[in-house]
């Protein structure tokens, strides 16, 4: 299938749903051993358009053969994958990166269509994806190991080898952007992946297997299987052959595999989710503080496992902070994606949107008072999206459920505290630890605060600035392990020391 060919089809205004009939849908299909080719059982399930709810592409309905079939293809890819020059891997990533940029446009738009975001910000999301191949380009030729003299005794030096057939495992808040993320580090180490994004967007997953192909990519380094969770995902996990696992999604998820690859002794990274606070202190700068919370809150329809969605404000401020925030969130605008002006887009599906609606009459059933938002939005020319007005919710308890739980959508809490030590005792009240973000002018207070906050990330007056060298991941059931940088080139590779007596 052509690649102009796929994008043409992603420029098709809202209403294509309504009169195509379902041979007319593009078809995506597994690409595996370098081919793209239908999962053995022909079988497809829908894939949604958010914003208008409804069918617009199919996908297939994988089965555990597929996941074999792309077990061998990568099998047989490995040796020569490992042995490829660390400059030659380089090129080819490198290339992908400048395919994904060269396409960024149709990625955006395909993003965007896909999984509900604006245009605007699935733009920035690509140029990320680009990034990560960039980054990791580099690092397979910068990569190094450790050696440990004992003097007059041995020399002890690490290789650092590939692990060999690995699985990657992606959601679907942003969907290119944490599928590369994974990929691009396992190819970079030397590994063959076989790798499965959300089966609830998964169109820019198969645009970049075609990016694979023209940027000279071997046969069977990466091998993309589409399809549901618990049969695609799970024949995955389940696999002797691969011996390791990078996933991002959710905690219960992350439980289930976990339960399955820890007694075969995989290595395991889970990146899972969220309930990250916002710490705001009378002595921030007000004005930075309000517009970033703002995206903190919002961004991405708050489907971003970083997103905080507890803001806890300090009292002497909290009222003029309150209703700052709440003026401000009210001029968000919802509705078409390709509009520059929208802000917030749609919930991903259906079954996401009942969930963030289910949470919000559960903390009007906690004693919550609504702010803003709190309903199900029907724009015009969207109506029968799934769209979710940003809500600001206060006046609940901070151990609640729905200030404990993960929501995962434009819902976030809003409450007051007096000192360091209470608000330390109520942000770190969940079962999470991914990131949280603190406002304060004074140095002292932002050294304590981050040391003492039980999170793997900690943003001190800004949020979402990332350096791909740091490492990235939560502590409690926010994950194991980390990816980023070295971090996740060592995850993916084997150390094994060697000692030679002098
Ligand atoms: O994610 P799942 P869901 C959170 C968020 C959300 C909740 C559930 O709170 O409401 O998780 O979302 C694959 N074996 N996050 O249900 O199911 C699945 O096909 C192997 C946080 O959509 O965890 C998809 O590719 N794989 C988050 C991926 O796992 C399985 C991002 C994630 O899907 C599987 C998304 C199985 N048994 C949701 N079952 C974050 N941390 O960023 C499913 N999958």
New binding site residues.
Partial sequence: MEIERNFAIFADPCVIRVNHTINYMQKIQNYINGQHQDSVSAAFLDNFHPACGQVYSLIPDSESQDVEDAYQAAKSAFPAWKNTLPENRFKILNKIAELIDESNDELAKAESKDQGKPVHLAKNEIIRAAQNFRFFATASMQFASESHDMPGTAINYTLRQPIGVVGC??????PLY?FTWKIAPALAAGNCVVA?????TPMTAYMLSEICVKAGLPPGVLNIVFG???K???A??EHSGIKAIS????????K??ASIAAPMFKKLSL????KNPNIIFADCDFEKALKTTVNTSFMNQGE??LCGSRIFVERSIYEKFKNALVEEVKKLKTGNPESPDSKIGAIVSEM?YK?VLSYIQLAKEEGGNILCGGEALHPEGFESGWYIAPTIIENLSYDCRTNTE???GPVVSIMPFDSEEEVLKMANVTEYGLACSIWTSKLDRAHRMAAEIESGIVWINCWLLRDLRTPFGGMKQSGVGREGGWEAMKFFTEPKNVCIRY
């Fill in positions: 495992i992606s959601p679907w808040n942003l944490l499965k994004p959300s089966e609830i549901l969770g618990p695609v995902g799970q995955i996990v996933f991002t999604g959710g905690t219960s998820t992350g289930a595999i990146e899972l989710g969220g971003i496992c996401h969930k993960e929501i995962f």
